[in-house]
């Protein structure tokens, strides 16, 4: 990713997945464009897939009595997609210390050449179930870090897609 959204932290480096998928007619414009709203939607297509691969989606953390609300949210555009074009959303969870997710994100239109449409980042935030802030990272996470400080865990996931049904679907 070209644009820097975090201040390197020392650590293990970004954990990756990939997501493929094609732009649904529901998801254009009267011009034909995406509308701008949805590449928030596929960045979390892809989101969610690299949380739950790696034990870390929604669901792991509300079972530990936690939400992990969307605090910070940037796209930046580039070009558009239009009606029928594929594209794959890259998200790359970033290290950190302290008590949150460092998100980036890539989308790509497929082919030759491919090119960027928007990169962006989301940062997200530790609550309980009350909406208290968590200063510290929990347990859970605090253990899937040792695991990616020692290496434990793959950089890059395999490609996921979203073609059949317009939802995320492992391959």
């Not at 890539?106 to 179930?129: E, M, N, R, S, Y």
């Amino acid at each position: 990713m070209k644009q820097q959204y975090f201040q390197p932290e020392p650590g293990p480096a970004p954990l990756c997945r990939k997501v493929r998928r094609a732009v649904r007619f529901a998801e254009t414009d009267p011009m034909g464009l995406v509308w701008h709203g949805r590449y928030a939607d596929y960045f979390e297509d892809a989101r969610v897939m690299l949380g739950d691969a790696l034990g870390i989606g929604y669901f792991d953390f509300y079972d530990a009595g936690l939400l992990i609300p969307v605090t910070r949210f940037r796209v930046d555009y580039r070009r558009p997609l239009r009606y029928k074009d594929e594209f794959t959303v890259e998200a790359r969870l970033h290290y950190t210390l302290a008590a949150r997710l460092h998100m980036e994100y890539a989308i790509v239109k497929d082919g030759d050449p491919g090119f960027t449409v928007c990169t962006g980042c989301t940062v997200q935030h530790f609550t309980t179930l009350t909406g208290e802030l968590c200063l510290a990272r929990p347990d859970f996470f605090d253990e899937f870090c040792g695991r990616w400080e020692r290496g434990e865990l793959p950089e890059t996931l395999p490609l996921a897609s979203c073609f059949s049904h317009g939802g995320p679907v492992n391959v």
